[in-house]
């Protein structure tokens, strides 16, 4: 199948989101509507899991879609195609599925060259109605319902598998308070929270369900009472923003001889002992069964959501500060439950199996890069600045730039996550130089500036340079003795150069052994002086060594305290 790019109108032209949209992608996937599929993006790009029931075949895209490299998770299987997910955390990368009475995990720490096998978890039954995943900091978070034979109902359980370790921990049967029961699991992480949300019933499919959606909180490692969200729905999904737990849930509507559901929202506090009683309408018709909600939040805590009307578009809305945009039509496709959503930094990647032409679609909704962090100064070996900063999490990032901010701006344009400024010689007696990082997209989006870092130094030869002893060319190479001498802690050294030179300036300790290098590069002709500062030096005779080209001079100095 050839690539093909398609830009699909707006319903909501006036939409202000909507301009960040991107064309949509067709990735050259051949599917079926049995097919299902998942999402995660990071730094690496895109990872889309596909499973068709017998076959798990996982697929690594760049943001525009490029595909980088296909593996086959495993074959030969006998399973519902609802019953395989993707997730991460960092470097990072997890598939869990369900085969039997087994359910099967592996992970990468490679961008999906290699897969690991991980503890399998084996099930009593092997009847199960959903498996879900979440990853953070704490590892990855998994979430399963297990049909139980002797009391004809679902039970939902929760494993958690650190990162660096290959057997499940935490483990918990969450509906394990009398009468308490559910399958549909949903599972999501805040700061010290683990949330897992089930729906009871007694049916494979959420449509033939209809009982009470609960929450349960484990709060650092105590698992709290579960919470009632509403006492009449068929499936449930939570999310968590920095402040709000958030729950989407079908509720079921009794029409003129027919029903539908109706899919709804509410939040509370984390620490919230109820849920609201009642809740927002997100649309009045849609079918749990075939167009399952997805939902993702980005750096910038914005909640987005997608998921399938009863006119078979596709539909995009986030809430961001207790608000929801517009909604926007992305296709008009019937995606059959396939819609997902991933967040990355502050993007929004977006994949639906179009039942039309039975291939996968990429769309991008994409926002300037968030600013770097962690950007921390010091001198390197030879006592330039080094900056060093974390790797954005954006698959569209293409570079940084590092601005000098004082002492002749500049900036300068880095592809990984370091930089050494060569023009600057560090030194405690020099001026304070300031430095910040922006991170860059291929669409040419600059983020907001990260935090300022500075260090003391001098800016090249052009703060080391004497003009008013440079009014005529020296005629020969000469080292002169430092003044003041004896010093503390500030001396200052003089040299003369005849022509352009290769230069190197350092200071010995008096056995002859390295202490600290001056200053190391190419000089013009010319007068110089360069300042030595031996503050965190102890006290005694010091050596200075001047090389330029085939002249080498040596002189003492000494240091009192």
Same mark, same amino acid.
């Given at each position: ?59 690594? +895209?760049? =943001? ?60 009593? =039954? ?19 319902? $297990? ?112 029903? =539908? ?55 995009? &809305? ?42 996968? =679609? ?41 601005? &000098? ?9 880095? *592809? ?5 400024? $060569? ?10 130089? $300031? ?47 430092? *003044? ?37 590069? +190419?000089?013009?002709?010319?007068? *110089?002086? +360069?300042? +030595? ?29």
């Amino acid at each position: 199948m050839s690539t093909k790019i398609f830009i699909f109108a707006l319903i909501f032209p006036f939409f202000l989101f909507s301009q960040t949209w991107k064309a949509t992608i067709d990735l050259d996937v051949e599917v079926s509507t049995s097919h299902r599929l998942d999402l995660y993006t990071n730094k690496d790009g895109n990872h889309v899991l596909t499973f068709n029931g017998n076959t798990l075949v996982y697929r690594l +895209f760049s =943001y525009n879609g490029n595909l980088i490299r296909s593996n086959t998770i495993a074959t030969g299987l006998n399973e519902d195609a609802r019953f395989a997910k993707i997730s991460g955390y960092g470097g990072y990368i997890y598939i869990s599925y369900k085969n039997g009475n087994k359910i099967y995990t592996k992970r990468s720490n490679n961008a999906g060259q290699t897969w690991s096998n991980m503890q399998n978890i084996t099930m009593s =039954y092997s009847q199960s109605n959903g498996i879900d995943l979440w990853s953070d900091g704490n590892g990855l978070h998994l979430t399963y319902s $297990e049909y139980n034979n002797q009391l004809d109902r679902y039970d939902t359980y929760y494993r958690r598998l650190p990162h660096k370790q290959n057997y499940w921990i935490d483990s918990k049967k969450v509906t394990d308070n009398a009468d308490d029961q559910g399958g549909f699991p949903s599972v999501t992480t805040s700061s010290n929270r683990v949330h897992v949300a089930y729906t009871q019933g007694t049916s494979s499919l959420p449509s033939y369900n209809r009982g009470i959606t609960e929450t349960r909180d484990k709060y650092n490692s105590t698992w709290q009472n579960p919470i009632q969200g509403f006492d009449d729905a068929m499936c449930s999904k939570v999310i968590a923003t920095s402040s709000k737990l958030h729950l989407f849930y079908y509720d079921f509507v009794q029409g003129w001889g027919q029903w =539908y559901a109706s899919l709804y929202y509410k939040n509370k506090d984390f620490g919230a002992s109820t849920w609201p009683s009642t809740g927002t309408q997100i649309y009045y018709y849609s079918d749990p069964d075939d167009h399952m909600i997805d939902a993702a939040v980005t750096e910038n805590d914005i909640l987005h959501i997608l998921y399938d009307n009863d006119n078979n578009d596709l539909v995009y &809305r986030n809430w961001n500060n207790g608000v929801w945009s517009s909604p926007v039509s992305l296709s008009h496709a019937d995606a059959w439950y396939s819609q997902q959503i991933a967040a990355n930094g502050n993007d929004i990647y977006v994949i639906w199996n179009d039942s039309d032409d039975e291939t996968i =679609y990429l769309k991008q909704c994409d926002y300037p890069p968030i600013a770097p962090r962690n950007v921390s100064i010091s001198p390197n070996e030879n006592d330039h600045p080094l900056l060093q900063w974390d790797a954005n999490p954006e698959a569209d990032l293409r570079r940084y730039r590092v601005y &000098r901010l004082n002492h002749d701006p500049d900036n300068f344009i880095v *592809y990984g996550t370091s930089f050494v400024d $060569e023009d600057v010689e560090v030194s405690q007696s020099g001026t304070d130089i $300031e430095y910040c990082v922006k991170a860059e997209d291929w669409y040419g989006n600059l983020s907001d500036a990260s935090d300022q870092v500075g260090i003391h130094g001098y800016l090249g030869k052009r703060m080391v340079q004497n003009p008013s002893d440079n009014q005529t060319t020296p005629k020969e190479y000469k080292l002169y003795q430092n *003044y003041p001498n004896p010093f503390n802690p500030i001396t200052k050294i003089r040299l003369d150069l005849p022509k352009e030179s290769f230069v190197s300036l350092v200071v010995l300790n008096i056995n002859g052994q390295f202490v600290k290098r001056i200053f190391k590069g +190419f000089l013009d002709a010319g007068k *110089y002086q +360069f300042p +030595f500062d031996g503050s965190s030096l102890p006290s005694g005779i010091y050596i200075y060594r001047l090389k330029a080209k085939n002249y080498v001079s040596i002189k003492k100095m000494i240091l009192t305290k």
